[in-house]
């Protein structure tokens, strides 16, 4: 049974959009990250419990990540998307931050993991 379960992938165009959802318990720290095709876990989004974010340069102004604490779900809503943002994109989530205040993007920073969700962009 997955204490993170993600939801939301699918297929767009290149330009397109797609909101990924999260459902589960609230933790210190609470990430996104993408896994292109044969590379490893890359972190795209974080979020501490008080609402502070990072992302990464590569999503920076395209991607947004939020929580919902009502429904018990993180979301991150991805627009403007590429042909490079194709993969698998895992939830993940820690009980303490290694980085003071901020979340890291670094996958060993994360115990707490989800099944992932597929997304393909066409170019």
């Known amino acids: 049974q997955w204490q993170l379960v993600e939801s939301g992938g699918g297929s767009v165009p290149a330009g397109g959009s797609l909101t990924l959802s999260c459902a589960g318990p609230?933790?210190?720290?609470m990430a996104w990250f993408h896994q292109a095709p044969g590379k490893g876990h890359e972190g795209v989004a974080s979020?501490?419990?008080?609402?502070?974010?990072t992302y990464a340069d590569s999503v920076k102004g395209r991607f947004t990540i939020s929580r919902d604490n009502a429904k018990n779900t993180l979301y991150l809503q991805m627009n403007s998307l590429k042909p490079e943002d194709t993969g698998m994109y895992y939830c993940?989530?820690?009980?303490?931050?290694?980085?003071?205040?901020?979340?890291?993007?670094?996958?060993?920073?994360?115990?707490?993991w989800g099944q992932g969700t597929q997304v393909t962009v066409s170019s």
């Open positions: 993940a989530a820690a009980p303490y931050s290694f980085m003071g205040p901020l979340c890291g993007h670094s996958p060993g920073e994360y115990n707490t």
């Open positions: 609230v933790y210190t720290c």
């Open positions: 979020r501490n419990s008080n609402g502070a974010i």
